[in-house]
């Protein structure tokens, strides 16, 4: 991110990682022959213990971009979070000032770094249980790869070519009215709460967070 205000800055890198948890499609930005593609996928993070971690997805094999985009091209991986128009007439420094302008709040990562193709069954086969299992995380009767014929999954693994990135740089931006008084945070919170559509309670939960601690 070229413009990254400190007061909008991810709080820590463990609110950046749980935002790919909580919201996994990725934006796959690459560069291939064509000029510059965006595929969007499913994404682990994993290997986050020591270093930035690796992000790991899978395309489809008809998908012409695992040809076009050599091994070891730099990618950009974006992970969006809640996010919601700001209306100005939710600040009460309008009614003071009126020196106020509409905005959007939201909260995104950008995961940077160099990409590989993985064509070996063993390793997609290990990526599709993770990712499955994940997923299927909480449910009251959770699918698993295994409840599938084992002929199904062999033809299934061989329409899917995996994608690896080992991250050099993984940055949050936390767009959530910092800049704004105390007031005015209270005042997009109420309007956002009233707003009642899941998106915008979606986008005052953080805000409310941060305002609790």
């Known amino acids: 991110m070229r413009y990254q205000p ?8 463990d609110a950046v990682r749980s935002l790919i948890t909580r919201h996994p499609l990725a934006t796959l930005v690459l ?13 682990l993070l994993e290997d986050a213990e020591t270093g930035h971690g690796v992000l790991r997805g899978h395309v489809a094999r008809a998908n012409p971009v695992w040809q076009q985009v050599p091994d070891g091209a730099d990618a950009l991986a ?9 209306s100005p007439g939710w600040y009460p420094s309008k009614r003071a000032h009126g020196k106020v302008v509409p905005t959007w709040n939201y909260a995104v990562v950008h995961g940077h770094g160099r990409l590989t193709w993985q064509h070996d069954r063993d390793w997609l086969l290990a990526l599709v249980t993770r990712l499955t299992d994940a997923h299927e995380a909480g449910r009251a009767a959770p699918w698993h790869v295994t409840d599938a014929p084992d002929d199904y999954v062999t033809r299934m693994l061989g329409a899917i070519v995996g994608v690896e990135i080992a991250l050099t740089r993984l940055e949050g931006k936390w767009k959530q009215s910092q800049n704004r008084s105390t007031e005015d945070v209270a005042g997009v919170i109420a309007g956002l709460e009233a707003d009642g559509s899941l998106s915008a309670r979606d986008a005052a939960a953080p805000m409310q967070e941060t305002r609790s601690r």
């Open 78 to 86: 974006i992970f969006h979070g809640p996010d919601h128009y700001v």
């Open 31 to 43: 560069t291939g022959v064509d000029g510059i593609d965006a595929e969007h996928l499913p994404m």
């Open 6 to 13: 400190p007061h909008f800055q991810a709080p820590d890198v």
